[in-house]
Structure formats: C-alpha cells, structure tokens
C-alpha cells in the first residue's frame, strides 16, 4: 500500500511540474498598437516641466495633440486645459478620444497643468486655486494664490503653447474641479473686472462655491455693476448629493440664477444638476458634458 501510495503522489507532482513547464512556454500576449478605432485619434501624451515666475515653482505639463496635427499646416485647434492634470488628464483624455470619433467635439491640443505627483498636487492645489487666503476654520495650510496662478496660465503657459501650436485663440478651453472648478469661476470673473479674456470657454465640474462664506457670489455681484460684456460660454455642474446640508443646499441652482439674472451681454450659462452623483464621482461628467456644450454651436437657452 505504502508503495502505491507513493507511486500516486510522484505522478501528481510530475503531472503539475509538466503543466507548469507547459504553461510557462506559452508566450506572453503582446499589447495592441492600437486598441481601438479612436486610440491612435491623438498622439501619446508627453510630460515636461514648467517654471513660473508668477508662483515661483515648477508644474508638470502633460500634453496630447491630435495625431493628424502635422497633415495639414493651416489647420487651427481647440485648446483644451485640464487642472488637478496628475488625476484628470489621462482619464479626461480617454474621454475625449471617444467623443472626438463620435463628433462631439473637434479635435484639440489637449494640456493638463499637474504637479511633481498627486502627493504633491494634492498639498498644493489649495495654494493656486483659491482666492482670498482660506479662512482658519478650512484648516489650509497654503492659500489664495489664484491670481499667481492666472497669470501663469496668461503669461507663461498660453504664450508658449501658442508658440508651439497652431491655436484656434477663439476656442480655448479651461476645465477644473472642485477648488479647479472654483479657481475656473474666479478666472472668469476675473477676466471681466479686467476686461481681457484670454480663455472665453469654462468648465467648472462640482465647484467649491462655498469657499470663504460664498466669496464668489460677492464677486459675481461686484462684477456685475462693471456692466461690462462678457464674451464667453460657461458650463457648471454638482452633484445633489454635494448639495445635501445646510450650507451648500441649492448652491449651484442660486449660483447659477445669480449670473442669469444679471444679463452679461455675450455670456452664456448652463448649469446642470447630477441627481445620486457625489463630489468625486460627478467630476468626470461634468468634464464630458461641460466640453460637449462648449464645442456645440450657440443656440439660446
């Protein structure tokens, strides 16, 4: 018995040290050049280094540009930038692959502003996206450095972009969220006390509009007693379940109301509420929903 017994154990193991050995000669699948019809629609995405004089620090730019970019020397395009680029930009570009092959939007330079990592933008953001310093209570240890960071974008980034692409100056595009989404609202209203407007197309997904007891409701009115024009097409979007306590009930829907009822010649706005979509989860939408309202022709609302 013992002798059959042993007999069986060594033809297991012989008979699994053989299928490994199988198994292991199997060669390894190789990734597809392209995976699917809209994968090769842009070029790889490339990352270089930036110094700002205006925030006196290096950000990470990340870049994609349409891989038919060089076929046609008169061909001017969208520009679109991403903010929070270490977390938005590769999962935002996928996005606009897919609705660059079905037509929602033309083909664009696509730039992301990012930091050295995500530990580091994640530190950092508050920094370049707020405005004025936070109050304490936000615990924020760097704050209210958003007109620094406008004037990166309108005096270092844009330039150079310009010199490196053909840009459609007509269609450039900024996107953020959250503290992003709130800097992008600041951007615009900024733009309009200084009557210059380098970007004229805004996509602001779950903005902060809470920040420093609703500094940007006070903005927006300060603004618009200027009565000047304002040249641009804005998209804001939340999520209900951002909008679930006392202080930010009905914010986007007051927020919204606000600019409407102040009649911005040239300006237009949609707003647009995400029912059962969080803070997190309501960004990427928003990004997709905010760019195919951008690249649709105007129509009124």
Same mark, same amino acid.
């Given at each position: 018995?013992?002798?059959?017994?042993?007999?069986?154990?060594?033809?297991?193991?012989?008979?699994?040290?053989?299928? &490994?050995? !199988?198994?292991?000669?199997?060669?390894?699948?190789?990734?597809? =050049? %392209?995976?699917?019809?809209?994968?090769?629609?842009? &070029?790889?995405?490339?990352?270089?280094?930036?110094?700002?004089?205006?925030?006196?620090?290096?950000?990470?730019?990340?870049?994609?540009?349409?891989?038919?970019?060089?076929? #046609?020397?008169?061909?001017?395009?969208?520009?679109?930038?991403?903010? #929070?680029?270490?977390?938005?930009?590769?999962?935002?570009?996928?996005?606009?692959?897919?609705?660059?092959?079905?037509?929602?939007?033309?083909?664009? /330079?696509?730039?992301?502003?990012?930091?050295?990592? %995500?530990?580091?933008?994640?530190?950092?953001?508050?920094?370049?996206?707020?405005?004025?310093?936070?109050?304490?209570?936000?615990?924020?240890?760097?704050?209210? @450095?958003?007109?620094?960071?406008?004037?990166?974008?309108?005096?270092?980034?844009?330039?150079?972009?310009?010199?490196?692409?053909?840009? #459609?100056?007509?269609?450039? /595009?900024?996107?953020?969220?959250?503290?992003?989404?709130?800097?992008?609202?600041?951007?615009?209203?900024?733009?309009?006390?200084? !009557?210059?407007?380098?970007?004229?197309?805004?996509?602001?997904?779950?903005?902060?509009?809470?920040?420093? &007891?609703?500094?940007?409701?006070?903005?927006? #009115?300060?603004?618009?007693?200027?009565?000047?024009?304002?040249?641009?097409?804005?998209?804001?979007?939340? @999520?209900?379940?951002?909008?679930?306590?006392?202080?930010?009930?009905?914010?986007?829907? =007051?927020?919204?109301?606000?600019?409407?009822?102040?009649?911005?010649? @040239?300006?237009? /706005?949609?707003?647009?509420?995400?029912?059962?979509? @969080?803070?997190?989860?309501?960004?990427?939408?928003?990004?997709?929903?905010?760019?195919?309202?951008?690249?649709?022709?105007?129509?009124?609302?």
């Amino acid at each position: 018995m013992p002798t059959i017994y042993s007999l069986l154990v060594f033809v297991i193991i012989f008979a699994a040290c053989k299928q &490994n050995t !199988n198994t292991a000669k199997q060669p390894i699948p190789q990734p597809a =050049t %392209f995976l699917t019809e809209f994968s090769n629609i842009y &070029n790889s995405p490339v990352k270089k280094t930036m110094y700002s004089t205006f925030v006196k620090d290096t950000f990470s730019i990340f870049q994609s540009v349409p891989a038919d970019y060089n076929k #046609d020397s008169s061909t001017k395009y969208p520009l679109i930038i991403i903010l #929070d680029a270490n977390a938005f930009f590769e999962p935002l570009l996928g996005n606009i692959k897919f609705s660059t092959f079905i037509g929602d939007i033309k083909e664009s /330079v696509v730039t992301g502003i990012g930091y050295n990592d %995500f530990p580091t933008m994640d530190s950092l953001r508050s920094r370049d996206y707020t405005y004025p310093v936070a109050l304490s209570e936000y615990e924020m240890a760097l704050s209210g @450095g958003a007109d620094k960071f406008k004037d990166f974008i309108d005096k270092e980034l844009l330039p150079q972009i310009k010199s490196q692409y053909r840009i #459609d100056t007509q269609k450039i /595009v900024l996107c953020g969220h959250s503290l992003g989404g709130y800097f992008v609202l600041y951007y615009l209203l900024k733009s309009g006390r200084e !009557n210059k407007f380098s970007i004229t197309n805004f996509v602001s997904a779950s903005p902060s509009l809470f920040y420093d &007891n609703r500094y940007i409701f006070g903005m927006e #009115d300060s603004l618009s007693k200027m009565q000047v024009p304002i040249p641009a097409r804005l998209y804001i979007s939340m @999520g209900s379940r951002d909008m679930d306590d006392k202080e930010t009930r009905d914010i986007l829907k =007051t927020f919204a109301k606000q600019m409407r009822t102040h009649h911005y010649s @040239g300006l237009q /706005v949609l707003a647009d509420e995400y029912s059962n979509f @969080g803070h997190i989860d309501a960004a990427l939408p928003g990004f997709a929903k905010g760019l195919t309202f951008i690249f649709t022709e105007k129509k009124k609302l």
